[in-house]
């Protein structure tokens, strides 16, 4: 099977142990549970790749973007994905106005994006929001899903809304400063809360 979008193929193609222009078969498609996308070169230059048929494997388990304009395209790719379990996305533009909801996905990341409604994103049982200026915390959808919660480097707006997680067991705002100091006291005395001055990111 030969792909229209190259830049995609060859991507898949890695995936799968082959080189590039190779066929690709449909098992092979099927097998891919894992995969890690820029939309970006060596160069900093967009290189516009198609994620469309990226539908051709529907075993997808993970799946990491970089440098993309999150369009309804995209929230309709990985909203249709059965066994999508953890998403990240870094430096992604957000213009999408359907809401980003799959039940699937367990752990959402959002690096460093910019985002201007964070009520079309809903919130799964993990969810870290690293290098986020300005994070509405309490435009959010589905807060109450919220187990652990991963807010670093990030300015907070609205976290008083945080009472809505009834879930919550962790909360790590290592780097963050949030605009509600009461509410992050209360929380402290019932669940683990990290506060770190400085976030440093795992290696």
Request: proline share 2%; with cysteine; aromatic share 6%.
């Amino acid at each position: 099977m030969k792909l229209k979008d190259k830049k995609l193929e060859k991507i898949l193609a890695y995936k799968v142990g082959k080189f590039s222009g190779e066929e690709i078969s449909e098992k092979e498609l099927s097998s891919i549970e894992e995969v890690n996308i820029s939309n970006r070169n060596f160069s900093g230059e967009d290189i516009g790749v198609s994620l469309q048929e990226l539908a051709l494997c529907p075993g997808i388990r993970n799946m990491s973007l970089q440098y993309f304009t999150i369009d309804d395209n995209i929230v309709d790719i990985l909203n249709g994905f059965e066994f999508l379990d953890t998403v990240q996305l870094s430096s992604c533009k957000f213009i999408a106005k359907k809401k980003l909801k799959n039940p699937s996905i367990k752990c959402l990341t959002l690096n460093c994006c910019d985002i201007g409604d964070y009520d079309l994103i809903s919130a799964p049982s993990v969810l870290r929001v690293i290098g986020q200026e300005d994070f509405r915390f309490d435009e959010l959808e589905g807060r109450n899903n919220i187990e652990k919660l991963y807010i670093q480097a990030s300015t907070v707006k609205g976290f008083s809304s945080i009472t809505d997680c009834n879930k919550l067991e962790t909360l790590n705002l290592d780097g963050s400063k949030v605009d509600d100091s009461t509410t992050l006291e209360e929380l402290k005395k019932r669940i683990q809360v990290s506060q770190l001055d400085e976030y440093m990111p795992m290696r």
